[in-house]
């Protein structure tokens, strides 16, 4: 399956939950952490807007200091798992030329899938699971996405 050409004008970046407080229990959490930050810095590049989301950010911290998100359009808290919330559709209705959204973060069987699932889809992910034998799973319905 191809995913085509990725056009900076039509894409919108979003980044999932990525809070010190997971560190602990994601397995290879500073090469995600190194992954995310090419993708932001690619945002900030070819200019395309950023859309960051904090699980339960009370409880669970704060996105981790080493990413450079403060390029964001926005950021908001969230306390379910997909990342379709009103902030987020809000940005998505009041920009329909993005029709591509790059989806990174962790917890792909959480999270990542969770926010795949209402339209619009992802095209790609950047993501790992804290566990590797739970990636491939949501992975492969990602694809079918």
Known sequence: M???????G?????????QDKFRPSIKHFPAILSNCNRLLESAKILKVPLVVTEQYPQGLGATCEELNTAHYKIKCPKTKFSMVIPEVQTFLQNNPNRQTVILFGIEVTKCILWS?????????TGSLHSRECDRQGPTLRLARV
Do not use: K, V
């Open 2 to 8: 191809s995913i085509g050409r990725i056009i900076a």
């Open 10 to 18: 039509r894409t919108a970046m979003f980044c999932c939950d990525m």
């Open 116 to 124: 795949t699932l209402p339209p619009p889809a992802p095209t790609q």
